[in-house]
């Protein structure tokens, strides 16, 4: 027998790579989700859908509001920027949901986790990728959308500072925020499909629900559902104008971060206790 | 006092079990895998061998017990992949990524520059498909990308399970060779699998399971001779079966275990060559043959596992396929039984199973499941 760990008098020589190692940290992590983020054709899809929604729905209002010699002189125009980017919320959900269920639903998962065994790591560079990169484009395409409609709408009343910063900076991090508790919906549910279904739910049932509560006693809940459904809240962004109740000025980008804050910390509890 | 000898590289379980709700996966499982050599895993399917790859990497938490690597448990390691390597499932990539990118994510993740990417993809023989998304890969290239993956870091430490799974002749031999290139520069290397004959020529050492529990802890030498189905084919005259039962009832009176084949020879265990010449004579009964038999890899694992195989294939009749028989068309047809493969391989000495012999098990530190009070192989 030649096996040479049974030759207890000769220790075999040891291995050891030539290449010192060093300790792996959170910035190895971003690098290595910034790749992962940008080499799949999901991400390209979902963004180019993104802007294609943002900005043609807002330009199309635009030019739509101005043909129509509409009195829009005392309008906040940006909030025409809306629309869009209520639709194009579904494709920052399916991007958040698919950054951590795809790699469930390939078992990527057990691959990432073998070379970086540290979850919280792993999730917290996830986030920090999907949320920068959703916040950028987002600002981007708010910014260029709200430029054209302010350009094309020029009968109507310049927005202030304030309205520009809460419709592009504000509407932008909701956004992300949104995509945040997506993600972690994602890390909870581990199914793409049943996780985009999920985030759906959340943006549109409360409306829909608050539409068949027409009951007189129930009035109240009808009201909050509605003052803090999803697309309210967005809306409200844009402009509170006349919103006596529920959420104003800021009120709905802190909100959704908390909420998102809350999934994500549920989503890190789980990820570190649950087999993969 | 193993620690200091050898250091960082080696895989020690005690008292590993996991549980998933009421059926127990892997049991009370204790081993140590040793650097320098190439250790095989082996065990049926459904034996537990994945659940404890994916405890050693910590993918699964164990129910009770722990294991470390170099003394440590894998979640803990401060730069896995520059120290662990691993290959778990070929088809654990996003198909969607080219297979550049795939490690290039993986390299970044333990800072690993993206000239060494290149290097491994080299190494495994995909540098031509490097930038092809890996969903258009066969399963022999998905193992390729998956033992890159492995090798990226350079680790001391090498965890491949069934790595020769869809690979073409010469990729087998390649693995061999890398397998063994690997465990002879001094690192830790880990292979599962369910071929023995590969196992037999890659393998120095192994650990068998079965039904979760360690059947096995040995070199393979010592498996194959502890556990061989040695034995002697006797065969009577064709057209004699009165002579065969004779000489079948003569054996096991001199206490030899008697089988018999489908074509009808005996298979004989227990009982030396001559002594069973001498008892044929001494019965008047002629032999046309009686030969030694000497086991392989395969017929020792098999002997050894058969009791705890949890998937076992039966005939099939294809019987919901045929439509009922009218009647009045014929008798239907004589469906012949094949003889049960099982009844291929002696039967396992006494306490083989459960009772691992511990022959070649180095004390680890936990009680091995070996049971003390089991007799010891004859053998």
Same mark, same amino acid.
């Given at each position: 027998?030649?096996?040479?760990?049974?030759?207890?008098?000769?220790?075999?020589?040891?291995?050891?790579?030539?290449?010192?190692?060093?300790?792996?940290?959170?910035?190895?992590?971003?690098?290595?989700?910034?790749?992962?983020? +940008?080499?799949?054709? %999901?991400?390209?899809?979902?963004?180019?859908?993104?802007?294609?929604?943002?900005?043609?729905?807002?330009?199309?209002?635009?030019? *739509?509001?101005?043909?129509?010699?509409?009195?829009?002189?005392?309008?906040?125009?940006?909030?025409?920027? @809306?629309?869009?980017?209520?639709?194009?919320?579904?494709?920052?959900?399916?991007?958040?949901?698919?950054?951590?269920?795809?790699?469930?639903?390939?078992?990527?998962? +057990?691959?990432?986790?073998?070379?970086?065994?540290? +979850?919280?790591?792993?999730?917290?560079?996830? *986030?920090?990728? @999907?949320?920068?990169?959703? @916040?950028?484009?987002?600002?981007?395409?708010?910014?260029?959308?709200?430029?054209?409609?302010?350009?094309?709408?020029?009968?109507?009343?310049?927005?202030?500072?304030?309205?520009?910063?809460?419709?592009?900076?504000?509407?932008?991090?909701?956004?992300?925020?949104?995509?945040?508790?997506?993600?972690?919906?994602?890390?909870?549910?581990?199914? %793409?499909?049943?996780?985009?279904?999920?985030?759906?739910?959340?943006?549109?049932?409360?409306?829909?629900?608050?539409? @068949?509560?027409?009951?007189?006693?129930?009035?109240?809940?009808?009201?909050?559902?509605?003052?803090?459904?999803?697309?309210?809240?967005?809306?409200?962004?844009?402009?509170?104008?006349?919103?006596?109740?529920?959420?104003?000025?800021?009120?709905?980008?802190?909100?959704?971060?908390?909420?998102?804050?809350?999934?994500?910390?549920?989503?890190?509890?789980?990820?570190?206790? +649950?087999?993969? | 006092?193993?620690?200091?000898?050898?250091?960082?590289? &080696?895989?020690?379980?005690?008292?590993?079990?996991?549980?998933?709700?009421?059926?127990?996966?892997?049991?009370?499982?204790?081993?140590?895998?040793?650097?320098? !050599?190439? !250790?095989?895993?082996?065990?049926?399917?459904?034996?537990?061998?994945?659940?404890?790859?994916?405890?050693?990497?910590?993918?699964?938490?164990?129910?009770?017990?722990?294991?470390?690597?170099?003394?440590?448990?894998?979640?803990?390691?401060?730069?896995?992949? $520059?120290?662990?390597?691993?290959?778990?499932?070929?088809?654990?990539?996003?198909?969607?990524?080219?297979?550049?990118?795939?490690?290039?994510?993986?390299?970044?993740?333990?800072?690993?520059?993206?000239?060494?990417?290149?290097?491994?993809?080299?190494?495994?023989?995909?540098?031509?498909?490097?930038?092809?998304?890996?969903?258009?890969?066969?399963?022999?290239?998905?193992?390729?990308?998956?033992?890159?993956?492995?090798?990226?870091?350079?680790?001391?430490?090498?965890?491949?399970?069934?790595?020769?799974?869809?690979? /073409?002749?010469?990729?087998?031999?390649?693995?061999?060779?890398?397998?063994?290139?690997?465990?002879? =520069?001094? $690192?830790?290397?880990?292979?599962?699998?369910?071929? &023995?004959?590969? &196992?037999?020529?890659?393998?120095?050492?192994?650990?068998?399971?079965?039904?979760?529990?360690?059947?096995?802890? &040995?070199?393979?030498?010592?498996?194959?001779?502890?556990?061989?189905? /040695?034995?002697?084919?006797?065969?009577?005259?064709?057209?004699?079966?009165?002579?065969? =039962?004779?000489?079948?009832?003569?054996?096991?009176?001199?206490? #030899?275990?008697?089988?018999? =084949?489908?074509?009808?020879?005996?298979?004989?265990?227990?009982?030396?060559?001559?002594?069973?010449?001498?008892?044929?004579?001494?019965?008047?009964?002629?032999?046309?043959?009686?030969?030694?038999?000497?086991?392989?890899?395969?017929?020792?694992?098999? $002997?050894?596992?058969?009791?705890?195989?949890?998937? $076992?294939?039966?005939?099939?009749?294809?019987?919901?396929?045929?439509?009922?028989?009218?009647?009045?068309?014929?008798?239907?047809?004589?469906?012949?039984? =094949?003889?049960?493969?099982?009844?291929?391989?002696?039967?396992?000495?006494?306490?083989?199973?459960?009772?691992?012999?511990?022959?070649?098990?180095?004390?680890?530190?936990?009680?091995?499941? #070996? /049971?003390?009070?089991?007799?010891?192989?004859?053998?």
């Amino acid at each position: 027998m030649t096996t040479p760990h049974q030759q207890q008098g000769a220790p075999v020589a040891s291995y050891s790579s030539p290449i010192p190692v060093r300790k792996a940290h959170l910035g190895d992590a971003l690098a290595s989700e910034w790749t992962k983020i +940008r080499s799949v054709r %999901s991400t390209i899809w979902t963004l180019s859908v993104m802007a294609v929604l943002i900005v043609g729905i807002g330009l199309l209002i635009a030019v *739509a509001l101005n043909s129509s010699e509409a009195d829009i002189a005392n309008e906040q125009v940006l909030f025409f920027g @809306f629309f869009g980017v209520l639709l194009a919320s579904v494709c920052v959900m399916t991007l958040g949901v698919l950054t951590v269920a795809s790699e469930y639903g390939t078992g990527m998962i +057990r691959t990432t986790l073998t070379a970086c065994p540290s +979850r919280s790591r792993v999730l917290t560079a996830k *986030a920090l990728v @999907f949320f920068l990169v959703v @916040f950028v484009s987002t600002l981007v395409l708010t910014l260029v959308v709200g430029a054209l409609q302010v350009s094309i709408l020029d009968t109507a009343k310049a927005p202030t500072n304030e309205e520009w910063f809460r419709s592009t900076f504000g509407v932008s991090f909701f956004l992300a925020s949104l995509g945040l508790l997506s993600l972690a919906v994602g890390v909870l549910i581990r199914h %793409s499909a049943g996780a985009i279904t999920a985030m759906i739910g959340v943006v549109l049932l409360p409306m829909v629900v608050a539409m @068949f509560l027409a009951v007189e006693s129930l009035a109240k809940v009808q009201e909050a559902l509605f003052d803090y459904s999803i697309p309210n809240q967005l809306g409200v962004l844009y402009t509170d104008a006349g919103v006596d109740s529920g959420p104003q000025g800021w009120e709905p980008v802190w909100i959704m971060t908390a909420v998102a804050a809350a999934a994500l910390a549920g989503a890190y509890a789980v990820l570190n206790s +649950r087999d993969v | 006092m193993t620690r200091s000898r050898w250091g960082w590289r &080696m895989i020690e379980a005690v008292g590993l079990t996991k549980r998933y709700g009421a059926k127990t996966a892997v049991y009370n499982l204790s081993f140590q895998v040793r650097p320098g !050599t190439v !250790t095989g895993f082996l065990g049926p399917n459904g034996a537990g061998k994945s659940t404890t790859m994916r405890m050693i990497l910590g993918l699964d938490t164990p129910t009770e017990g722990k294991v470390t690597i170099g003394g440590l448990p894998f979640r803990q390691t401060p730069n896995a992949p $520059r120290q662990v390597g691993a290959l778990l499932d070929a088809k654990a990539v996003h198909g969607g990524r080219s297979a550049r990118n795939h490690l290039l994510s993986l390299a970044q993740l333990s800072g690993i520059p993206a000239r060494r990417v290149d290097e491994v993809l080299g190494v495994v023989g995909l540098q031509d498909v490097a930038r092809k998304r890996s969903k258009g890969f066969s399963l022999g290239m998905g193992q390729r990308l998956g033992i890159a993956a492995a090798l990226l870091g350079d680790p001391q430490v090498l965890l491949f399970d069934e790595p020769v799974n869809g690979l /073409d002749p010469e990729g087998i031999l390649w693995v061999r060779n890398l397998m063994k290139r690997l465990a002879s =520069e001094g $690192r830790t290397v880990f292979v599962s699998s369910h071929l &023995m004959s590969e &196992m037999a020529l890659t393998a120095d050492h192994l650990i068998v399971i079965g039904r979760g529990q360690l059947l096995a802890d &040995m070199s393979v030498t010592d498996f194959i001779s502890t556990n061989s189905a /040695d034995f002697a084919r006797v065969r009577t005259p064709d057209g004699e079966p009165q002579s065969r =039962e004779k000489l079948s009832a003569a054996l096991s009176g001199a206490g #030899a275990q008697v089988l018999t =084949e489908p074509d009808g020879a005996l298979r004989v265990t227990g009982l030396p060559l001559p002594r069973i010449s001498d008892l044929a004579h001494g019965s008047d009964v002629r032999l046309w043959e009686l030969s030694p038999h000497r086991a392989s890899l395969e017929e020792a694992y098999m $002997r050894m596992t058969q009791g705890a195989v949890d998937y $076992r294939s039966t005939v099939d009749q294809k019987a919901g396929l045929t439509q009922q028989p009218q009647p009045g068309f014929g008798a239907p047809r004589q469906q012949i039984p =094949e003889v049960p493969q099982q009844g291929f391989y002696a039967p396992p000495p006494p306490g083989s199973y459960a009772g691992a012999p511990a022959a070649a098990q180095a004390a680890p530190t936990a009680a091995a499941p #070996a /049971d003390p009070t089991k007799p010891e192989d004859p053998r």
